[in-house]
């Protein structure tokens, strides 16, 4: 080494990141502070309830400068699972850095082993929880409570998602952005509404896929901007009933979506309040017919739901009631 130079020092971290929060983003940033160069490992075994590809992305997302990697081995978690437990995770490690770091971080006890066994130095980094008082376990049992402490990029999957549900002329739209409003948080309009505003109001079969399309962008555009909850003005299985009902049949691939997307809470509207027509309204005298096809379609789906009914100061009760006891869960 010539005179002067100084050698790049290099560092790991290893976690779960089950999921990612504002005490992970000290500790890496604490980090990429204290060397030059930084790895962090992402460990995941197939039975954690938070898929390992998506903490990857997340962690690959919020640190795109930092070396990410994904370890997949299904190792053993503690220490008394396995006599070879030290000696498992030393063999996954030196395969993803052969040379070893000259550091460890991290703010667990175990950091100090993991350290001996790599022969790298330990940095302990608050250990005490004491300037990010969070954990990944407390986030999953209560993410609503602990929601500052979530980067953005990862509050969307805790979001709590609630789909107002029903036949035409119930209120729907009005009460959606009511609630987003209370609420203090974003909403997702009806897009066929838009869509069909240019043409009169009439929809035609090859709509179909564009209104799907196009509620589905708007959701997953949204989701990004909510606080805790967000609230949808119909969803995919409406559109599958409104294909049915005007044309006989629906996109296959519009059913499977409508089945795989997943709502915390359906709000269905009951018919029991005035009809009033518009040029995107159709079926004055089927909507009782509409609502009971609403509810064989929520419930052959096992999709949750409360009807909402009565006037519109007790359906404005209802719903809060619900949307109350559905983020205090």
Known sequence: ????????????????????????????????????????????????????????????????????????????????DDPNFWQIWYDSIRRVLPTGPDYVFASEDYGWKLAEILGASYIPVDHGRNLVPVSGTQIRQNSLTNWRYLPESVRPYFVRRVCIFGAESTGKSTLTQNLANH????????????????????????DIPLIARGQMASEDALV??????????????????????????????????????QYDLYLLLDVDVPWVNDSQRFLVNYRE????????????????????????????????????????R
């Open 289 to 328: 017919e509409f609502r009971d096809r609403c509810i064989q379609a929520l419930e052959s789906r096992n999709r949750p739901y409360i009807i909402i009914n009565g006037d519109w100061k007790q359906r404005w009760q209802k719903a809060c009631r619900a949307v109350d006891e559905l983020l205090e």
């Open 1 to 80: 080494m010539e005179k002067g130079l100084q050698k790049t020092t290099t560092g790991m971290i290893l976690g779960k990141f089950m999921p990612p929060h504002l005490g992970h983003k000290y500790l890496v940033d604490f980090a990429r502070n204290y060397v030059d160069d930084l790895t962090v490992l992402v460990c995941s075994i197939q039975s954690e309830p938070i898929p390992g590809d998506l903490r990857y992305c997340w962690m690959k997302q919020i640190f795109s400068d930092v070396n990410v990697v994904h370890v997949t081995d299904e190792n053993p978690q503690e220490p008394k």
């Open 183 to 206: 609420y203090h948080t974003v909403y997702v309009s009806e897009y066929a509404r838009g869509l069909l505003d240019f043409k009169g109001g009439h929809c035609d079969f090859t």
């Open 224 to 261: 990004h901007q909510a606080n805790k909850v967000i609230f949808c003005d119909t969803d995919l299985i409406t559109t599958t009933i409104w294909s049915d009902v005007l044309f006989g049949k629906c996109p296959r691939w519009i059913e499977e979506e409508g089945n795989r997307r």
